[in-house]
């Protein structure tokens, strides 16, 4: 059996991101792991399940979206009203066993009193209750952690790699910072997010997306970026054509200041 929770969302377009609306404990039926919202308003939704941390379950699955994602940009919407009874099963995302020698650490603080939705408004720095998602360099999900109430996240036990440390929250588009550990770095413990209404930054050179310009846009033959890194980072680009098709990939390890890639 499953214990924790799951969150109800409103997906509304006028607003600026979506609202917290209820959230329920998972009960345990005839029927197995149960949730169950009422007199739920027109309108489009997302749910999330988040289990308790202090559950043994709670090391094996992510927190969770409709309908087996563990991105809410990706979670499967609801639209409310609909006829008869219906199911929106969440089909929750096992985490990765790792052993290692290595620790990834770091902290989320909060920017200008923002709500990450699962908590209370608040306007002290730090951030509790933030999930905080492990990554390969592939962005295959391998654990995640909950920031406490000092708004500090660690991951233990990890093999020498390089990794990517995401936030989810609710709103916010996915940023990460990328980390490698080894012999001669076996420990990262500087990882700071600030999150602000704006955007998320990090002082490991993650800027908020209203930072980042593409010219031309639409573009045919080349495109220019530009950005700005608030540390020296690595740094990884992708760029897709209108299909999905992935046309050019290139790592880069870049200093702090404004930059211009072409």
Not at 22 to 48: P, Q, R
Not at 130 to 149: F, K, M, N, Q, R
Not at 205 to 232: E, Y
């Amino acid at each position: 059996p499953f214990q924790g929770w799951v969150y109800l969302y409103s997906i509304d377009p006028s607003m600026a991101s979506p609202e917290l609306v209820d959230s329920v404990e998972i009960d345990l039926t005839a029927f197995g792991n149960w949730y169950s919202f009422d007199t739920v308003g027109a309108g489009t939704y997302i749910v999330k399940a988040v289990l308790d941390p202090s559950t043994p379950e709670a090391e094996d699955y992510f927190p969770t979206y409709h309908l087996n994602t563990i991105w809410w940009d990706q979670a499967n919407m609801i639209t409310v009203p609909y006829s008869g009874f219906a199911h929106y099963d969440i089909v929750m995302v096992q985490t990765d066993g790792l052993t290692g020698p290595g620790d990834i650490s770091g902290f989320v603080t909060d920017g200008n009193g923002f709500t990450s939705g699962e908590i209370d408004d608040r306007s002290e720095d730090p951030m509790a209750g933030v999930t905080v998602i492990l990554t390969d360099e592939s962005d295959h999900p391998l654990l995640y952690d909950i920031t406490g109430e000092d708004g500090t996240f660690q991951f233990n036990n990890l093999p020498w790699g390089t990794y990517k440390v995401y936030l989810d929250i609710v709103g916010h588009d996915p940023v990460f910072t990328m980390v490698t550990i080894g012999p001669d770095q076996p420990s990262v413990d500087n990882i700071h997010f600030e999150v602000s209404s704006e955007g998320i930054t990090g002082a490991e050179g993650i800027t908020s997306s209203d930072q980042i310009w593409l010219a031309p846009n639409p573009a045919k033959d080349m495109v220019q970026l530009n950005f700005t890194l608030t540390a020296s980072s690595p740094l990884s680009i992708q760029l897709f054509d209108l299909s999905g098709k992935l046309i050019l990939s290139k790592e880069y390890t870049l200093p702090e200041g404004e930059q211009q890639i072409s």
